[in-house]
């Protein structure tokens, strides 16, 4: 079956950067849209980036623009988020989403076929 493994989440000092990443199993990776989501305690799940197979679309939505990158190495069979200029409200805890339609480059896209378990990122003072 589908696994994704996040890593690289934790604290990081607002105004800094941080890059999580997400290894997937189970799939043909290089034929799979992905996407990182995220989540705070009261509020619904809401994506960050979404990358299509070849890399060739990729979106953010206004809140993370200019400040986060998805990207993928289909050779390792990762996908990568690259934080910077991190933002208090960037605390929740990201999941990284696997899916072998084009749902997830939908204008709000909100459901996947495979999620990871997801990981904390904490941003302080």
């Known amino acids: 079956q589908v696994q994704l493994v996040e890593s690289g989440g934790g604290f990081v000092p607002a105004g800094g950067s941080l890059r999580l990443s997400c290894e997937a199993s189970g799939l043909t990776f290089g034929t799979y849209t992905m996407a990182w989501f995220r989540q705070t305690p009261g509020k619904s799940r809401e994506y960050v980036a979404t990358?299509?197979?070849?890399?060739?679309?990729?979106f953010t939505p206004p809140s993370v623009r200019d400040r986060f990158t998805i990207s993928r190495d289909n050779a390792k069979n990762t996908v990568y988020l690259q934080m910077k200029n991190v933002k208090f409200e960037d605390t929740a805890v990201y999941s990284c989403?696997?899916?072998?339609?084009?749902?997830?480059?939908?204008?709000?896209?909100?459901?996947?076929?495979?999620w990871g378990q997801g990981m904390q990122v904490v941003v302080s003072s």
């Open positions: 990358i299509s197979w070849d890399s060739a679309n990729t």
């Open positions: 989403a696997a899916d072998p339609t084009s749902s997830l480059l939908a204008s709000i896209p909100t459901e996947a076929s495979s």
